[in-house]
């Protein structure tokens, strides 16, 4: 069938000749962006797109659904996902269709944690990746039980410690203004030293008029940005000096 009317700014320049079509290959990129030609005109599928995606993080232990958000599904797409650095795939054991802005899918346990891309494709072959990604991977674990980390004398030199792991490396951070604070110390802050890479608390402790317990809460961070917080304490006791005199 003859095409009847193709404006300038309707296709890109060069875009179509002869050879494309008799050969069928005119595709979407020949069609101007500004053309407001459908390509469904020439017998074309439109992608899809993919706007959102819900949650943004799951465990490798567990996996789980995620919800995703778009135009032009169709029944029923493959959903994916990508690993950012190694290119490897994971593929959904279920998709639900919802309808053509919207699907549900659950990636199953057990694959290589990192940092993914969602994609998904439709029966025919186009596709879309997100944008955003997915982190797919185990929440770091403290190993160092939560509550008191020891009592330290007033003034002396601090040498403590504590410990997360992940399947990525480790970050550690104060979520409070306690630990290394020094906004009101020794009342309320200890202006003590914590290593964000190790873990280590150094520093001098504070002088405090009584024995007092200083409470805060420390954050471990993976390399997924995925995170796991605990509440930690550390008592500083005070010597008691009498005095008196005698007649």
């Known amino acids: 069938m003859a ?4 404006t300038s700014s309707g296709i890109t320049s060069s875009a179509v000749n002869t050879d494309k079509i008799a050969d069928n290959t005119i595709v979407d990129a020949d069609i ?3 053309a407001n030609i459908s390509p469904t005109k020439f017998g074309l599928s439109t992608p899809p797109t993919l706007s959102s995606f819900t949650p943004t993080e799951l465990t490798t232990t567990s996996g789980g659904s995620i919800s995703i958000t778009g135009t032009g599904f169709v029944s029923i797409p493959q959903v994916t996902i990508v690993n950012q650095s190694t290119g490897a795939t994971i593929t959904a054991s279920a998709v639900t269709y919802n309808s053509s802005t919207s699907l549900s899918a659950t ?3 057990g694959g290589a944690s990192g940092t993914y891309k969602v994609r998904v494709e439709n029966p025919d072959g186009l596709a879309v990746q997100s944008s955003s990604t997915l982190a797919y991977s185990n929440n770091p674990t403290w190993s ?18 504590v410990s997360a792991s992940s399947d990525s490396t480790v970050s550690y951070s104060e979520t409070t203004s306690v630990l290394t604070s020094n906004a009101n110390t020794p009342t309320s802050t200890m202006n003590l030293t914590l290593n964000s890479s190790t873990g280590a608390i150094t520093g001098t402790a504070p002088e405090p008029s009584a024995e007092t317990t200083y409470n805060f809460t420390l954050r471990a961070t993976d390399a997924e940005s995925q995170t796991t917080d605990r509440a930690f304490s550390i008592t500083i006791s005070v010597e008691i ?4 005199q005698f007649n």
């Open 32 to 34: 101007a962006s500004n």
């Open 144 to 161: 160092t039980a939560a509550g008191s980390l020891g009592t330290i004398a007033a003034g002396a030199s601090v040498s403590l410690s």
């Open 3 to 6: 095409l009847t009317k193709i």
């Open 241 to 244: 000096t009498e005095g008196g």
């Open 107 to 109: 990636i199953p346990s």
